[in-house]
């Protein structure tokens, strides 16, 4: 029989916290991937998608916004990795900018959503705004969440709570993020190019 690997009492709890953060991960996933699924059910039965007389979704915009979250993202990395290295100031900093560009992103999905609406294309419009209006949405309501938890974690950073031994307080938010960017690359693909 192999050896018992005893962790120490921060490894054990690290570890729960990161199984804990892939459980919820995966319910996340499975939602968004069941209304992906939708989609791709209800485009596969339409004779034309976007349908007649229904104005196309704009690309240059989004795609501009899929920069800022993709940018957004690498700030929290680089963030957590100055984390690592024993450098808080520059954490701070990081997460100062992951927050900026997702606010920014929020603003230009706002944008988006004003333009798209007043080209003709509101949910009442049919499957095609209703299936945009409630993906974008609801990723939206993700993405403030997690602005909200990425200030919170600032304000700890700010006041000295997070130091090169205990990152996973900040690692944990950092998945959550990643996931939120990685929802909207698949919704951005599948929205606006597809």
């Given amino acids: 029989m192999g050896d018992v690997v005893e962790l120490r009492p ?10 804990g953060m892939m459980i919820a991960l995966g319910a996340w996933a499975m939602m968004f991937g069941a209304l992906f699924f ?6 596969s039965h339409a004779l ?3 349908p007649p007389g229904v104005p196309r979704l704009p690309i240059g915009l989004p795609a501009l916004n899929t920069a800022v979250l993709l940018a957004s993202s690498g700030a929290f990395s ?10 808080r100031r520059a954490l701070s900093a990081w997460l100062a900018a992951a927050a900026a560009l997702g606010t920014t992103f929020l603003a ?7 333009d798209v609406w007043a080209s003709g294309l509101q949910p009442s419009t049919g499957a095609y705004g209703s ?3 409630g993906l974008t949405a609801l990723h939206a309501v993700h993405v403030a969440a997690g602005i909200l938890v990425i200030l919170l974690v600032l304000v ?3 006041l000295g709570k997070y130091t090169e031994h205990n990152v996973m307080p900040v690692r944990l938010p950092g ?6 960017d990685a929802v909207w690359v698949l919704m951005f693909v599948s929205l606006y190019l597809l």
């Fill in 10 to 19: 921060r490894a054990r709890e690290d570890f729960t916290s990161v199984i």
């Fill in 38 to 43: 939708m989609y791709a059910g209800m485009r």
């Fill in 48 to 50: 034309m998608w976007p």
């Fill in 78 to 87: 680089l963030g957590l990795r100055s984390l690592r290295k024993g450098e």
């Fill in 108 to 114: 230009l999905q706002v944008v988006v959503w004003r």
């Fill in 131 to 133: 299936v945009f209006y």
């Fill in 156 to 158: 700890r950073s700010l």
């Fill in 175 to 180: 998945m959550f993020w990643h996931f939120v």
